[in-house]
């Protein structure tokens, strides 16, 4: 395998840049720099290109395989110029056996060397990511291997339990227990109901990870613009008394008590023959459905046609001029709604469990209607213990996919995509 090079730091003037080396010949490489340095040490060594001094760095070595790749790896904390960075790079590439690494590569090679399993992959590509405090306590869960070591608990039963029935089936006339249909029953038990919760869970994780929507609708200068503007805390959307100026969905990202929420400030429902802003209308009545949370502005007349879902937050609007709830011009009610709003979210996310991505739940649901299937047999056919132990394997393989053992080859260019170079 080739030894790969790249930046791990932001380009860019810093105080401290870090350039990564992995591969068979990091270790070589880092002699053609420098004087060597002790496996699992940190020193300070002069950086040269022959008798040319490149820069002072703290270089760090960590042999195989206890390294992120699993491979020899050399770290150089350089001083973070771009100067610097540029002819330490310059001079890696004149290297033999040496490459830049290409988006992921350093990830990669730590789930083909078994460093990381696949969720691990996508929990580090959403630590990366992450903007708020939910998203990052996330990320470092999958990333920390909990939706691993929960899948291995899984698959332990499992393999427990095809176990005992291909012993029925291969050892008859052995010494072997004449009813293995209890254990397997109370495995398949064990196995379904938390299999369930973390499929039911995904919903919430993608929503935690990639953000909820809150839609703001009502009638025309019901005062949605206002408060969009308020929530948000600047001028994101034009404010005006003419009715109608809000044409298209317009959307403010926000981090609402750690959770990342995006605003929507739609068009006003009305019948209009203005062409342009009956799409916006049809918009704002697709984008405010699809919403997690909607906040409806009403009048002391009602909140027109607008059907309202469990959750949604229904309030009268200007209350500075009518016996209201809310005035988003004034200030009042806006904290109120804040705190409800982060209340209500934060239900929302506390039912996300560890699998986070629809690649995860499409496993699960495949192990589940394996799983399922089997306990009908075991009830309805028990003599057909190869179909019963197909059934269960069939779930060992959904579970082994989920973790990235097998049948994944289609996903891995679309996941290190992502990746930037260095990680």
Same mark, same amino acid.
């Given at each position: 395998?080739?030894?790969?090079?790249?930046?791990? +730091?932001?380009?860019?003037?810093?105080?401290?840049?870090?350039?990564?080396?992995?591969?068979?010949?990091?270790?070589?490489?880092?002699?053609?720099?420098?004087?060597?340095?002790?496996?699992?040490?940190?020193?300070?060594?002069?950086?040269?290109?022959?008798?040319?001094?490149?820069?002072?760095?703290?270089?760090?070595?960590?042999?195989?395989?206890?390294?992120?790749?699993?491979?020899?790896?050399?770290?150089?904390?350089?001083?973070?110029?771009?100067?610097?960075?540029?002819?330490?790079?310059?001079?890696?590439?004149?290297?033999?056996?040496?490459?830049?690494?290409?988006?992921?590569?350093?990830?990669?090679?730590?789930?083909?060397?078994?460093?990381?399993?696949?969720?691990?992959?996508?929990?580090?590509?959403?630590?990366?990511?992450?903007?708020?405090?939910?998203?990052?306590?996330?990320?470092?869960?999958?990333?920390?291997?909990?939706?691993?070591?929960?899948?291995?608990?899984?698959?332990?039963?499992?393999?427990?339990?095809?176990?005992?029935?291909?012993?029925?089936?291969?050892?008859?006339?052995?010494?072997?227990?004449?009813?293995?249909?209890?254990?397997?029953?109370?495995?398949?038990?064990?196995?379904?109901?938390?299999?369930?919760?973390?499929?039911?869970?995904?919903?919430?994780?993608?929503?935690?990870?990639?953000?909820?929507?809150?839609?703001?609708?009502?009638?025309?200068?019901?005062?949605?613009?206002?408060?969009?503007?308020?929530?948000?805390?600047?001028?994101?959307?034009?404010?005006?008394?003419?009715?109608?100026?809000?044409?298209?969905?317009?959307?403010?990202?926000?981090?609402?008590?750690?959770?990342?929420?995006?605003?929507?400030? +739609?068009?006003?429902?009305?019948?209009?023959?203005?062409?342009?802003?009956?799409? #916006?209308?049809?918009?704002?009545?697709?984008?405010?459905?699809?919403?997690?949370?909607?906040?409806?502005? +009403?009048?002391?007349?009602?909140? #027109?046609?607008?059907? +309202?879902?469990?959750?949604?937050?229904?309030?009268?609007?200007?209350?500075?001029?009518?016996?209201?709830?809310?005035?988003?011009?004034?200030?009042?009610?806006?904290?109120?709604?804040?705190?409800?709003?982060?209340?209500?979210?934060?239900?929302?996310?506390?039912?996300?469990?560890?699998?986070?991505?629809?690649?995860?739940?499409?496993?699960?649901?495949?192990?589940?209607?394996?799983?399922?299937?089997?306990?009908?047999?075991?009830?309805?056919?028990?003599?057909?213990?190869?179909?019963?132990?197909?059934?269960?394997?069939? #779930?060992?393989?959904?579970?082994?996919?989920?973790?990235?053992?097998?049948?994944?080859?289609?996903?891995?260019?679309?996941?290190?995509?992502?990746?930037?170079?260095?990680?």
């Amino acid at each position: 395998m080739d030894t790969i090079f790249a930046l791990a +730091t932001a380009r860019g003037r810093s105080g401290v840049a870090v350039i990564r080396i992995s591969g068979p010949d990091a270790f070589l490489a880092l002699s053609s720099l420098c004087d060597p340095v002790q496996p699992r040490q940190a020193a300070l060594r002069v950086l040269k290109n022959g008798g040319e001094v490149l820069d002072q760095a703290l270089v760090l070595t960590f042999p195989a395989p206890g390294s992120f790749t699993g491979e020899d790896v050399v770290e150089l904390q350089t001083h973070g110029s771009v100067a610097v960075i540029d002819a330490v790079l310059s001079v890696l590439a004149t290297l033999p056996n040496l490459r830049p690494a290409e988006a992921g590569e350093f990830t990669r090679r730590a789930l083909e060397n078994n460093r990381l399993d696949l969720a691990q992959v996508e929990g580090l590509s959403d630590l990366v990511e992450a903007e708020t405090e939910a998203q990052r306590r996330q990320a470092f869960r999958i990333f920390s291997g909990e939706l691993g070591v929960q899948t291995a608990e899984w698959r332990t039963c499992l393999v427990r339990a095809a176990a005992l029935l291909e012993a029925t089936i291969d050892f008859v006339d052995e010494d072997v227990p004449v009813d293995v249909y209890p254990e397997v029953r109370g495995l398949l038990n064990s196995v379904l109901p938390t299999l369930r919760l973390h499929a039911d869970g995904v919903r919430a994780a993608e929503r935690v990870r990639d953000g909820f929507e809150v839609a703001i609708v009502g009638a025309p200068n019901v005062g949605k613009s206002t408060l969009l503007n308020a929530l948000a805390g600047r001028e994101a959307a034009i404010t005006s008394e003419v009715a109608g100026t809000t044409r298209d969905v317009i959307e403010v990202r926000m981090d609402l008590g750690g959770l990342p929420v995006t605003l929507l400030d +739609t068009a006003g429902l009305r019948e209009t023959d203005d062409m342009v802003e009956a799409i #916006g209308v049809q918009r704002a009545r697709e984008r405010a459905k699809a919403a997690d949370l909607r906040i409806v502005l +009403t009048t002391p007349d009602g909140q #027109g046609d607008f059907a +309202t879902m469990p959750d949604d937050v229904v309030l009268i609007s200007k209350s500075d001029v009518v016996r209201g709830d809310i005035s988003a011009k004034s200030g009042q009610g806006v904290d109120a709604l804040m705190n409800r709003l982060q209340k209500t979210l934060a239900s929302k996310a506390s039912k996300a469990g560890l699998a986070t991505r629809q690649r995860h739940l499409n496993a699960m649901r495949i192990a589940i209607q394996a799983l399922e299937s089997a306990q009908d047999r075991l009830t309805t056919a028990p003599e057909l213990a190869e179909l019963i132990a197909e059934d269960i394997r069939t #779930g060992i393989r959904a579970l082994d996919i989920l973790l990235g053992r097998v049948d994944v080859e289609d996903v891995l260019d679309e996941i290190f995509s992502s990746f930037c170079i260095g990680k």
